[in-house]
């Protein structure tokens, strides 16, 4: 409880202890001497990198620059040891930055945040968790992740299956073992595309159950380049940062700025050619800029990887079934693999097509579809989360006159800037829905949410400033905004996730800012530098005058 009023337990909670929630601690507490309290639910510090170990998973970011930037130090002292980091590695380094900075003393461990009630009288937020705690504190930021709520879907006879199943989102800490085992995978997003390989290799058979067929660029990943590292990157991480925050994606890369369309076709294959001999994300980020909002550019691409997925696919029908017609080349989150397309040419791996013969239910033997029954020892759901809001919704978040951020949202997400909700005052999200978040490199994007936060809190105490809160005309102006941005790209046509298409009954509302990372900076800087336009900044008291500076 509050020591007394006005007097809070902390000046804030944070809550998750990844990249998010690391930064934001450290920011707050050696920068502006804060107390902050996070909560984490894992024993350790990591996030979705905490959860997220199956076999194959890894970053789709280049190491290099996935990472902090706020530590020059840091930069120069870690060495990332492949091209894109692995889940292992970017676990030891988030546990680096938490010993480094000290952070563990102000992290709780093993303790999901329950609930969390503004108090309006004192101005304060009360947080309860599962393990007894109930606290106190002016301010309340979430780093809960985007894509933390495993969704398992509700197939009938789930329960009944006895063999072992797991989902991709919340891993064993022990190895699991395949070997000799009649392994199923349902789902081909990330998750799925990077561990069916994999698995491949060590079970005895592996059938993919497949609902949509993908479009994935071959990661080409390895080792990192060490001259590049030690030549290109660190003697110029200052200005590759720069880049990245004013970047569209997040990196320092810059897109193609013709159209596919204005070249000859022979340019644009020998264009698309060497991007993909190069492989991975700069496939999609260094392409020409109509490729997400022109679906004629977008098919040219589209139809070169179906190419490329025909030449690597030796069965023919199998490689019609992987072939991705249905939705364009980047509407759903694009995609990198190592040798996806290519394990399907082994004996023991199969694919089924649940779009033309859907799974019927769970069995206690394995998986029944519209026209076959199949055993396994072992299922493995790949079939994604409960994006960006589904986090949110299992704590009971109430604001001002008890209003639930469920009920607030049930129509989709609603925030100013993806950074805060009108009616939850002290409430901040770092990459919230309407954010660039989950279409970005997310350590610039955290980083940005986490420096913009910090920036305001100090505004704050240097006024005595005692609450913020999203205006309700500037948080509808926003969602219009993040919408209409939306609108003329291909990311509306498309089932994904981040329509919310994938969970049952979601509304179907398009979650982040698409109009790039570098624009969004500016948006929010100039927001900042207009006296926090769109935010009532008050003294705290209901009906008290508002502040201005
Ligand atoms: P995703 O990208 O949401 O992929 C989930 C996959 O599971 C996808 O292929 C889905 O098919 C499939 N799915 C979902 N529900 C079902 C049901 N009910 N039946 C059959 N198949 C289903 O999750 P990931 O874990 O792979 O990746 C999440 C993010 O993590 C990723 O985008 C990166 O940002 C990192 P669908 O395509 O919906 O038809």
Same mark, same amino acid.
């Given at each position: 409880?509050?020591?007394?009023?006005?007097?809070?337990?902390?000046?804030?909670?944070?809550?998750?202890?990844?990249?998010?929630?690391?930064? %934001?601690?450290?920011?707050?507490?050696?920068?502006?001497?804060?107390?902050?309290?996070? *909560?984490?639910?894992?024993?350790?510090?990591?996030?979705?990198? *905490?959860?997220?170990?199956?076999?194959?998973?890894?970053?789709?970011?280049?190491?290099?620059?996935?990472?902090?930037?706020?530590?020059?130090?840091?930069?120069?002292?870690?060495?990332?040891?492949?091209?894109?980091?692995?889940?292992?590695?970017?676990?030891?380094?988030?546990?680096?930055?938490?010993?480094?900075?000290?952070?563990?003393?102000?992290?709780?461990?093993?303790?999901?945040?329950?609930?969390?009630?503004?108090?309006?009288?004192?101005?304060?937020?009360?947080?309860?968790?599962?393990?007894?705690?109930?606290?106190?504190?002016?301010?309340?930021?979430?780093?809960?992740?985007?894509i933390?709520s495993g969704n398992v879907p509700?197939?009938?006879?789930?329960?009944?299956?006895?063999?072992?199943?797991?989902h991709t989102g919340?891993?064993?800490?022990?190895?699991?073992?395949?070997?000799?085992?009649?392994?199923?995978?349902?789902g081909?997003g990330s998750s799925g595309?990077?561990?069916?390989?994999?698995?491949?290799?060590?079970?005895?058979?592996?059938?993919?159950?497949?609902?949509?067929?993908? *479009?994935?660029?071959?990661?080409?990943?390895?080792?990192?380049?060490?001259?590049?590292?030690?030549?290109?990157?660190?003697?110029?991480?200052?200005?590759?940062?720069?880049?990245?925050?004013?970047?569209?994606?997040?990196?320092?890369?810059?897109?193609?700025?013709?159209?596919?369309?204005?070249?000859?076709?022979?340019?644009?294959?020998?264009?698309?050619?060497?991007?993909?001999?190069?492989?991975?994300?700069?496939?999609?980020?260094?392409?020409?800029?109509?490729?997400?909002?022109?679906?004629?550019?977008?098919?040219?691409?589209?139809?070169?990887?179906?190419?490329?997925?025909?030449? %690597?696919?030796?069965?023919?029908?199998?490689?019609?079934?992987?072939?991705?017609?249905?939705?364009?080349?980047?509407?759903?989150r694009?995609?990198?693999?190592?040798?996806?397309?290519?394990?399907?040419?082994?004996?023991?791996?199969?694919?089924?097509?649940?779009?033309?013969?859907?799974?019927?239910?769970?069995?206690?033997?394995?998986?029944?579809? /519209?026209?076959?029954?199949?055993?396994? /020892?072992?299922?493995?759901f790949a079939t994604g989360f409960d994006a960006?809001?589904?986090?949110?919704? =299992?704590?009971?978040?109430?604001?001002?006159?008890?209003?639930?951020?469920?009920?607030?949202?049930?129509?989709?997400?609603?925030? *100013?800037?993806?950074?805060?909700?009108?009616?939850?005052?002290?409430?901040?999200?770092?990459?919230?829905?309407?954010?660039?978040?989950?279409?970005?490199?997310?350590?610039?994007?955290?980083?940005?949410?986490?420096?913009?936060?910090? /920036?305001?809190?100090?505004?704050?105490?240097?006024?005595?400033? =005692?609450?913020?809160?999203?205006?309700? /005309?500037?948080? =509808?102006?926003?969602?219009?905004?993040?919408?209409?941005?939306?609108?003329?790209?291909?990311? %509306?046509?498309?089932?994904s996730w981040?329509?919310?298409?994938n969970i049952?009954?979601?509304?179907?509302?398009?979650?982040?800012?698409?109009?790039?990372?570098?624009?969004?900076?500016?948006?929010?800087?100039?927001?900042?530098?207009?006296?926090?336009?769109?935010?009532?900044?008050?003294?705290?008291?209901?009906?008290?005058?508002?502040?201005?500076?």
């Amino acid at each position: 409880m509050a020591n007394s009023e006005n007097h809070p337990d902390f000046d804030a909670v944070v809550i998750g202890a990844g990249f998010a929630g690391l930064g %934001m601690l450290r920011k707050l507490r050696e920068e502006h001497g804060m107390s902050v309290q996070v *909560y984490e639910t894992g024993d350790g510090v990591g996030g979705t990198w *905490y959860w997220n170990r199956y076999p194959g998973a890894r970053c789709d970011s280049e190491s290099y620059m996935y990472c902090f930037s706020f530590s020059k130090e840091m930069l120069q002292d870690w060495n990332w040891s492949g091209k894109y980091p692995e889940q292992p590695e970017i676990l030891s380094y988030l546990n680096h930055v938490a010993d480094r900075f000290d952070l563990r003393r102000n992290i709780q461990f093993n303790t999901r945040v329950t609930s969390a009630r503004f108090l309006e009288d004192a101005s304060l937020w009360e947080v309860e968790t599962d393990q007894g705690d109930r606290v106190t504190s002016q301010f309340l930021i979430t780093g809960i992740g985007c894509i933390s709520s495993g969704n398992v879907p509700d197939i009938k006879g789930l329960d009944s299956f006895q063999g072992e199943q797991y989902h991709t989102g919340s891993w064993p800490h022990e190895e699991v073992d395949f070997a000799g085992k009649r392994v199923a995978v349902i789902g081909t997003g990330s998750s799925g595309i990077q561990s069916i390989p994999v698995i491949a290799m060590q079970a005895e058979h592996l059938t993919v159950f497949q609902r949509t067929p993908q *479009y994935t660029i071959p990661a080409r990943h390895g080792t990192i380049d060490r001259k590049f590292l030690e030549e290109t990157v660190k003697p110029n991480y200052d200005d590759l940062m720069e880049r990245a925050r004013w970047s569209t994606a997040g990196f320092p890369m810059d897109r193609d700025e013709r159209s596919a369309l204005e070249i000859s076709a022979a340019e644009r294959l020998e264009i698309y050619e060497a991007s993909w001999a190069e492989g991975g994300t700069r496939f999609l980020s260094t392409s020409f800029k109509d490729v997400s909002t022109d679906r004629r550019a977008n098919d040219t691409m589209a139809e070169f990887i179906r190419k490329k997925i025909r030449e %690597m696919v030796q069965d023919p029908e199998t490689a019609e079934k992987l072939m991705p017609t249905d939705h364009p080349f980047g509407s759903k989150r694009p995609l990198i693999d190592t040798d996806y397309f290519e394990t399907y040419n082994r004996e023991n791996v199969e694919l089924v097509d649940i779009r033309h013969s859907p799974i019927q239910e769970i069995t206690p033997r394995g998986i029944r579809t /519209d026209d076959h029954e199949f055993e396994f /020892d072992m299922i493995v759901f790949a079939t994604g989360f409960d994006a960006m809001t589904g986090t949110f919704f =299992k704590m009971d978040i109430r604001g001002r006159d008890g209003l639930l951020l469920k009920e607030k949202w049930s129509e989709g997400p609603k925030t *100013y800037l993806g950074l805060q909700t009108a009616g939850f005052p002290n409430m901040f999200m770092i990459t919230g829905p309407g954010s660039p978040s989950v279409l970005s490199n997310m350590p610039v994007s955290i980083e940005q949410h986490i420096d913009w936060i910090a /920036d305001l809190l100090q505004h704050m105490r240097e006024y005595d400033i =005692k609450s913020v809160e999203a205006e309700a /005309d500037a948080e =509808k102006a926003w969602v219009v905004h993040v919408n209409e941005v939306a609108e003329p790209t291909m990311f %509306m046509q498309a089932n994904s996730w981040y329509l919310g298409a994938n969970i049952p009954g979601k509304p179907r509302v398009f979650m982040p800012y698409a109009g790039g990372v570098g624009t969004y900076r500016k948006k929010c800087n100039e927001v900042a530098d207009n006296g926090y336009e769109g935010f009532i900044l008050g003294t705290g008291r209901r009906g008290a005058e508002t502040v201005k500076s």
